[in-house]
């Protein structure tokens, strides 16, 4: 369903256009000293993020092999690693998903943002960002003062649960306070399990996703940060802006073409071939290395590092406090 609301989008563009237009190159250079030009006269920017932006938080990416998945799963007998993220094997038995989740709920609550996700906030209190896409369902861009209406969660979040059964909402608390004690949360009022408002595969995105067409289309300047691209439709996101619109990746490894849209759409339509590839070096800049780091040179280079630093100080100070307020 995802590939065909894509294919869908694709069609109604216009798609002749791609094809016979000229590549216009909008950076002074091609990069890291073009996107910093380029950033500071331009808004409309969408950031695309993912697992890298929240690995210094001490947020795990659970897909790693630093984790070890397998080896924390193997006494399930599962199908496949995999499957302890499908909505399918999470009806038959969630014990799986809440064993990786008694690991993952108290780190997630004591996380603070990154850098990075203050950089993001600044970018939105500058009047620059339009949307952000995010993979990762630790709502830290939330706790780093980011609007809710500004970011798209394209994964679910994990601030509530819903029952499979009757539908009633679960708060954090109620979830993370059942699993730290290795229960498997149960509805009050009938008993059935609770699911995180994570996305699992075999369910549909939020309907916030789709409105993806609109945003994209608005897109200057699309920064992806910390994400390999690896998982459709979000992935796909990635050609949805101008083919002249400059991108930039922040990230420890470079990315291709399967993982930019997936050989499926890349080989039908060519419309996002290898970043970085000669059909798109006139916008497209690899920021290799660390995202914090990253982000922060970005700043620096734009006059903004004291904000942005003074912007994460006051802002981790009143989490603490908070905090200590409980």
Known sequence: MEYIRILKYLVQKNVSSVFSGKSQQKLNSVDMDGIVNFLAETNEVIVMTGAGISTNANIPDFRSESFGLYNRLQKYNLPHTTAVFTLKYFKENPAPFYDIAHEMYPVLQNAKPTITHY????????????????????????????????????????????????QKSFDFKFLKDKVIKNEIPRCNECSETIKPDVVLFGESLPKEFWNFTSDFSKCKLLIIIGTSLAVQPFAGLAGQVDLNCPRVLINRDQIGDSEMLGSFLTNLFHLNPEFGSTSNTHRDVFLEGDCDKICLQLAEKLGWKEELLKLMDENNRNIEEKKSKI
């Open 119 to 166: 950089f993001i906030k600044l970018l939105d209190q500058k009047g620059k960002l339009l949307k952000h896409y995010t993979q990762n369902i630790d709502c830290l861009e939330e706790l780093a003062g980011l609007e809710g209406k500004k970011t798209v969660q394209a994964h679910g979040h994990i601030k509530t649960g819903t029952c499979l059964g009757c």
